[in-house]
Nanobody, 121 residues
Framework: QVQLVESGGGLVQAGASLRLSCTAS????????MGWFRQAPGKEREFVAH????????YYADSVKGRFTISRDNAKNTVYLQMNSLKPEDTAVYYC??????????????WGKGTLVTVSS
């Protein structure tokens, strides 16, 4: 079992930056592919970014490419999502997810409870 706890959400103005953190407890963190997803009000949950177990490979949704950066610190059991140039359409609950397999998208085994990001115009 892996427990995931997100933090760092909040209310910001358009153009601002936020850094989300997700800390894992339980099994060996470095053995898990980590991802960030988000769900806006009235919309389905969507992929944002993911990072390989070593941190050497990262992937982004087109909507956040160039503005968001995913990274991980395996020594701290933490994955980060640095979000710059935030837009109102980035408003959503952001979820951290983990899986011991290579990237499996929405079928990841473990999920946090989410942290709310609200971007005002």
């Amino acid at each position: 079992q892996v427990q995931l706890v997100e933090s760092g959400g909040g209310l910001v103005q358009a153009g601002a930056s936020l850094r989300l953190s997700c800390t894992a407890s339980g099994r060996t963190f470095s053995g898990y592919t980590m991802g960030w997803f988000r769900q806006a009000p009235g919309k389905e949950r969507e992929f944002v970014a993911h990072v390989s177990r070593s941190g050497g490979s990262t992937y982004y949704a087109d909507s956040v490419k160039g503005r968001f950066t995913i990274s991980r610190d395996n020594a701290k059991n933490t994955v980060y999502l640095q979000m710059n140039s935030l837009k109102p359409e980035d408003t959503a609950v952001y979820y951290c997810a983990a899986d011991p397999r290579p990237w499996v998208g929405q079928r990841m085994d473990y999920w946090g409870k989410g942290t709310l990001v609200t971007v005002s115009s």
